[in-house]
């Protein structure tokens, strides 16, 4: 896949708890998307102790100390890239620490730090697999950062897949909002014409002209009329987190 010979166990290990991060931050659980950074921490360990070593562990092992462990990685990986030996596990060191000790700080305080803190989880986690991908699928930081952009997919209840096509089940709201949601939920491009079929638009003309091209135009969508593809931007995945899923969700 985009992480080298690293065994089979580990990636998943890997990919689920970087899943698991970002669907409870988009669900807004901010406290247990500052927990399961912790283990992402573990897991990454693993491959970071392994790339060094030569040989992967068969499964994430917590380390006793996640501090001590990390600083035994820049002691032993001199040979390794710069992002293996300091970078990473110096990132791992800060997250662990959110984990473990951020919640002494919560209680009584007069503005609650578990939303700010769950977005550096997040933004840290996204930096970290990024960083994984671009250095075992030997890749640049913008492949490897839109690759970790469709490594997870968006969850939303409001998105129903029967029989390999997608429907909005919020029926009142209108082809706009709805063909963001689609996106959303999906990984990658969608051509226009499935687009057409999913939201059951009567005109497929019409549908292009008062709904994808004034998309485009707001920088909410790239809408390549030669090929009929459809990309969310991030000004649209904003949109929608920010914007949609709190009012419908």
């Known amino acids: ?21 970002v669907k409870n931050f988009r669900e807004r659980r901010w406290e247990p998307a500052e927990l399961n950074g912790g283990k992402l921490c573990e897991v990454v360990h693993a491959i970071l102790r392994g790339y060094i070593d030569g040989k992967y562990p068969t499964r994430a092992k ?39 000790n951020r919640n002494v700080g919560h209680v009584g305080a007069d503005v609650d730090p578990n939303h700010m803190d769950a977005v550096c989880v997040l933004q840290m986690s996204k930096w970290i697999v990024a960083e994984l991908v671009r250095v075992l699928h030997d890749v640049d930081i913008d492949t ?42 999906s990984n990658g491009a969608v051509s226009d014409r499935d687009l057409v079929s999913w939201l059951e638009h009567s005109t497929a003309s019409v549908y292009r002209r008062d709904v994808l ?29 920010d914007e949609l899923l709190p009012k419908v969700a």
């Open 62 to 100: 917590k380390p006793r100390n996640m501090l001590d462990a990390c600083k035994k990685l820049e002691q032993d990986g001199a040979a390794a890239p710069r992002s293996i030996q300091i970078q990473i596990p110096r990132m791992l060191v800060a997250l662990y620490e959110i984990r473990n």
């Open 1 to 21: 896949m985009f992480f080298g010979a690293m065994p089979v166990v580990l990636r998943d290990e890997l990919l689920a708890a970087f899943a698991q991060i």
């Open 144 to 185: 490897a950062t839109e690759i970790v952009d469709t490594l997870v997919e968006r969850e939303t209840p409001l998105i129903w897949e029967v029989n390999g096509r997608k429907r909005v089940l919020h029926t009142s709201l209108k082809m706009r909002p709805k063909t963001l949601l689609l996106l959303y939920a």
């Open 213 to 241: 091209r004034p998309a485009h135009k707001e920088r909410l969508i790239e809408y390549d009329e030669t090929t009929g593809t459809v990309h969310l931007s991030p000004l649209g995945v904003a949109y929608v987190e």
